[in-house]
T-cell receptor, first 110, second 111 residues
Framework: DGGITQSPKYLFRKEGQNVTLSCEQN?????MYWYRQDPGQGLRLIYY???????QKGDIAEGYSVSREKKESFPLTVTSAQKNPTAFYLC?????????FGSGTRLTVV | GDSVTQMEGPVTLSEEAFLTINCTYTATGYPSLFWYVQYPGEGLQLLLKATKADDKGSNKGFEATYRKETTSFHLEKGSVQVSDSAVYFCALDISKNKLIFGAGTRLAVHP
């Protein structure tokens, strides 16, 4: 079955560490997105990519980085510059007429 | 700028009650409108959508009508079930295929 796979489901990061969240899709979608979700808040766009080897900053890109070397993959790195990284991270693909979301990664700073 | 405003939750209902979750938007042009649902610990799923004024989206007993005159896209269901308990997000499509989401409304249905 086609879909989006995010891994790991839970991730713990120490202060000052970079961590990378994986997002893989087999839907043959060109566009992929990363959102951050905080309790009681909506989804905020971190980065998006409309095509391989190209990506754009969203509304809250500071402290994050991405790459898009393959159509299927859009990993997100949370760097040490992100001061408040504890959140639920959601990856999506497709066009706005119908995104498909992954099941998310919950990142906690310890 | 473009934005989506949803009613604050939580919304608590008894099984078989009528549901309305309000959503209003601000946008330039003619956006498409969406409702997504998020079950605990999961990602979002597309529930329904409408692409132009007066369109009605429907799915699984849920409905929403695109009202341009009131810039609204309220979600309704005639008889909710315990399994409908989730967080519901209203969203609109802006240029370059980017969705803007509301803050979400938590629905709790009890037997």
């Amino acid at each position: 079955d086609g879909g989006i796979t995010q891994s790991p489901k839970y991730l713990f990061r120490k202060e000052g560490q970079n961590v990378t969240l994986s997002c893989e899709q087999n839907l043959n979608h060109d566009a992929m997105y990363w959102y951050r979700q905080d309790p009681g808040q909506g989804l905020r766009l971190i980065y998006y990519s409309q095509i391989v080897n190209d990506f754009q900053k969203g509304d809250i890109a500071e402290g994050y980085s991405v790459s898009r070397e393959k159509k299927e993959s859009f990993p997100l790195t949370v760097t040490s510059a992100q001061k408040n990284p504890t959140a639920f991270y959601l990856c999506a693909s497709g066009l706005s007429y119908g995104y498909t979301f992954g099941s998310g990664t919950r990142l906690t700073v310890v | 700028g473009d934005s989506v405003t949803q009613m604050e939750g939580p919304v608590t209902l008894s099984e078989e009650a009528f549901l309305t979750i309000n959503c209003t938007y601000t946008a330039t042009g003619y956006p498409s409108l969406f409702w997504y649902v998020q079950y605990p610990g999961e990602g979002l799923q597309l529930l329904l959508k409408a692409t132009k004024a007066d369109d009605k989206g429907s799915n699984k007993g849920f409905e929403a009508t695109y009202r341009k005159e009131t810039t609204s896209f309220h979600l309704e269901k005639g008889s909710v079930q315990v399994s409908d308990s989730a967080v519901y997000f209203c969203a609109l499509d802006i240029s370059k295929n980017k969705l803007i989401f509301g803050a979400g409304t938590r629905l709790a249905v009890h037997p």
